[in-house]
């Protein structure tokens, strides 16, 4: 299968996927979400494969977010088509793959970068990685089941500030917070996944399956929460705060916002 913004290779029952926009630091839009399904589907199919790791091109980002340029004129309806139909082709596909998926965060996770990241099964960072979930700053909310998988990974108080705040946190807070595992400087981060995806070949690939299985059916009372997320991302379209957040990131410059 041939890809336009990401790179698929296969070494040692380890599949590496990595996100290839980095003019765009990595920014994911409609086709390469698109293409990460393909990926994900196929890594899923090929039984030489048993575990994957996903990481971004270049030293600066492993994805910076939706793709704010493809979205910014959307209407209430089509914010929640984005949301609903990223999640399930996405970011819900990759979190219930029965094959072990790991993040290698290299840099920017933010918005969509983030809760991608997330929704892998672990996440490791270079030393370098920047995280967080700006969107608020935009006039809208996580879409792509951030609300939900960052209380789960960090708690709700930290879940909050973070959201809240539209901030940044370092790689070290990231550690502590328990949202990646493990930091080592960025030229050891590949290393390092591709150590802990080894090491995970060596177990049963079908009883590895059943706990993601079974890990994962302990947050599933939380299925009503992904709804409400796409709900209020949605909404978030209809707003003179989103139309000012998305034209002035566009524009570069400061958002003013109205509050409608
Ligand atoms: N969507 C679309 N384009 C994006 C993007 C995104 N999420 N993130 C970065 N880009 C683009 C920039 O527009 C720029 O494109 P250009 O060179 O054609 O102007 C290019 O990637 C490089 O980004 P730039 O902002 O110049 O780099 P920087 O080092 O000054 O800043 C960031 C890096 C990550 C702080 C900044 O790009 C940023 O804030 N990105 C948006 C993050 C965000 O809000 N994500 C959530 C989206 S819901």
């Known amino acids: ?19 290839n926009r980095p003019k765009k630091l990595n920014a994911l839009n409609q086709e390469t979400i ?24 270049g030293e600066k980002a492993f994805v910076a977010g939706a793709d704010i340029a493809e979205f910014a004129d959307f209407s209430v309806k089509e914010g929640k088509e984005l949301a609903a139909q990223g999640q399930k082709m996405l970011f819900d596909f990759i979190e219930n793959l029965s094959k072990p998926v790991i993040a290698a965060v290299n840099g920017f996770a933010l918005g969509g970068g983030l809760e991608l990241a ?44 973070m959201i809240m705040t539209a901030g940044m946190i370092g790689a070290p807070t990231a550690l502590e917070y328990g949202l990646v595992n493990h930091v080592v400087p960025q030229e050891e981060l590949l290393p390092l996944a591709q150590k802990l995806a080894q090491k ?6 079908v009883a590895i399956g059943h706990a993601i299985k079974a890990i994962n059916a302990g947050f599933m009372n939380t299925v009503n929460g992904y709804e409400t997320e796409v709900s209020a991302f949605g909404e978030c379209f209809g707003t003179d705060d989103f139309a000012e957040g998305t034209t002035a990131f566009l524009e570069k410059r400061k958002a003013h916002f109205p509050g409608s």
């Open 34 to 57: 698109r293409e990460l399904h393909g990926a994900f589907k196929e890594v899923e199919r090929d039984k030489t494969v048993k575990v994957a790791i996903l990481t971004g091109s």
């Open 200 to 205: 995970i070949t060596n177990n049963s690939s």
């Open 1 to 19: 299968m041939s890809y336009q913004n990401i790179i698929v290779s296969i070494e040692n029952e380890i599949a590496l996927v990595t996100v």
């Open 118 to 161: 997330m929704a892998c099964h672990f996440r490791v960072a270079s030393d370098t990685a920047k995280l967080g979930l700006p969107e608020v700053s935009l006039g809208v909310i996580p879409g792509y089941g951030g609300t939900q998988r960052l209380p789960q990974l960090v708690g709700k108080g930290r879940a909050m500030e």
